[in-house]
């Protein structure tokens, strides 16, 4: 069936260094890639989302790439601060038999060391 | 604030006994989901309702059962919990369904705990 692999399962990086999440998917006609952060005990939040007719968007410190040929797309998170720490899931549309449905990934836990 | 709202954040049930969790949101959309999530897991669909329109899970199982009164209210309804149903419910909303795929918002989900 349809997935996205999500890699690295966790992430340590200190205050102020950049962090990268990628991600894979396989079916070619996802057309809508969000990355959601969620805190211990909270609902995910929504961060940044990419649609396929854009390579790149940025948000202040994050940003998302998606390269639509080699189906993938990365978050990048810039000078990292401790409240950075959290799951970070991406996600992308499976197009199929529930047609708009989100496929998440297995999600990448981000410790920022202070 | 517009925002979707659970209650409670956490439940606990006993063992066989039914529990019902409920959503509710402010965003006027038409589309809400429910999600299970396990420990260190990613959510994972259970159905969404498109309107009045029901849309359920080939891999939901029976037990878990969904109302949708009106537009603003949502409920979860697990009819015999056990103990692997043990789990953070979360509830989302999105603007459409379809193909231009919509953003999902999500509440801040409800634990739910099986005893």
């Known amino acids: 069936g349809e997935n996205v692999e999500q890699h690295p399962s966790t992430l340590s990086v200190q205050e102020g260094d950049s962090a990268v999440i990628k991600c894979t998917y396989s079916?070619?006609?996802?057309?809508?890639f969000p990355w959601y952060k969620q805190e211990l005990g909270k609902g995910p939040q929504l961060i940044i989302d990419?649609?396929?007719?854009?390579g790149e968007k940025k948000d202040q410190r994050i940003a998302v790439t998606l390269n639509k040929t080699a189906k993938h797309f990365s978050l990048h998170i810039t000078e990292t601060q401790p409240e950075d720490s959290a799951v970070y899931f991406c996600?992308?549309?499976?197009?199929?038999?529930?047609?708009?449905?989100?496929?998440f990934g297995k999600g990448t836990k981000l410790s920022v060391k202070p | 604030d517009a925002m979707v709202i659970q209650n409670p954040r956490y439940q606990v049930t006993q063992f066989g006994k039914p529990v019902t969790l409920s959503c509710s949101q402010t965003?006027?959309?038409?589309?809400m989901y429910w999600y299970q999530q396990k420990s260190s897991q990613a959510p994972k669909l259970l159905f969404h309702?498109?309107?009045?329109?029901?849309?359920n899970e080939a891999d939901t199982p029976d037990n878990f059962q969904s109302r949708r009164p009106n537009t603003s209210f949502c409920f979860l309804d697990i009819r015999s919990p056990g103990l692997g149903d043990a789990a953070m419910y979360l509830c989302?909303?999105?603007?459409?369904?379809?193909?231009?795929?919509?953003?999902?918002?999500f509440g801040p989900g409800t634990r739910l705990l099986v005893l």
């Open positions: 990419i649609r396929s007719n854009v």
């Open positions: 989302a909303t999105s603007e459409r369904w379809g193909k231009l795929q919509e953003t999902q918002y």
């Open positions: 965003l006027n959309h038409n589309v």
């Open positions: 309702y498109y309107d009045k329109d029901f849309n």
């Open positions: 996600a992308a549309t499976f197009l199929g038999g529930s047609q708009g449905n989100l496929i």
């Open positions: 079916d070619s006609a996802s057309n809508y």
